[in-house]
T-cell receptor, first 113, second 113 residues
């Protein structure tokens, strides 16, 4: 079993929909949780970063971490065609010298105009 | 400010050959991490360099090696290429070692035939 599980999709939604993307993990030692967006033929770019449990909001994006359930989510409100990309979750046990990011496989999202 | 630059963007090599990939981090960033991305395995951490020293290493065979120069530019080398080495190789630049926020280049697409 992988340390981080992410449904690869693809997920197809109409423009304006609320999108929910999720990852589950098995290692309770993870403390740092990140969401990256990767457009086709590009490298990933950091969207959201959360430490420990709780919610974080940035514009149309909200990241949630539920450490008791070992479950993280990314919500996209009022989705736009430009949000069409692959969304990757990543986690780390520490932010120090031994930080290694563990990645989900990514969920492919298509927002249709 | 210029982003992370990876060269070349595309490479085709034959089994048994070796290959060298290059990464120039964001100006002022001293940490460079390398990842292999494949559809089946997702993003997998290869190694991280900081101040010309390898600080972290993933679970890849010794055929995969790297180095970092005094100007923070990094190279990754793969010797005795195998078909399974075909992947997108991504370089990520961070200001400090173990920093949570990493900036990715566009990657080098390596195809081994």
């Amino acid at each position: 079993q992988k340390e981080v599980e992410q449904d690869p999709g693809p997920l197809s939604v109409p423009e304006g929909a609320i999108v929910s993307l999720n990852c589950t993990y098995s290692n309770s030692a993870f403390q740092y949780f990140m969401w990256y967006r990767q457009y086709s033929r590009k490298g990933p770019e950091l969207l959201m970063y959360t430490y420990s449990s709780g919610n974080k909001e940035d514009g149309r994006f909200t990241a949630q971490v539920d450490k008791s359930s070992k479950y993280i989510s990314l919500f996209i409100r009022d989705s736009q065609p430009s949000d069409s990309a692959t969304y990757l979750c990543a986690m780390a046990r520490s932010a120090g010298n031994n930080r290694k990011l563990i990645w989900g496989l990514g969920t492919s999202l298509a927002v249709n105009p | 400010k210029a982003g992370v630059t990876q060269t070349p963007r595309y490479l085709i090599k034959t089994r048994g050959q070796q290959v060298t990939l290059s990464c120039s981090p964001i100006s002022g960033h001293r940490s460079v991490s390398w990842y292999q991305q494949t559809p089946g395995q997702g993003l997998q951490f290869l190694f991280e360099y900081f101040s010309e020293t390898q600080r972290n290493k993933g679970n890849f065979p010794g055929r995969f090696s790297g180095r970092q120069f005094s100007n923070s530019r990094s190279e990754m080398n793969v010797s005795t290429l195998e078909l399974g080495d075909s992947a997108l190789y991504l370089c990520a630049s961070s200001a400090t070692q173990g920093a949570t926020e990493a900036f990715f280049g566009q990657g080098t697409r390596l195809t081994v035939v």
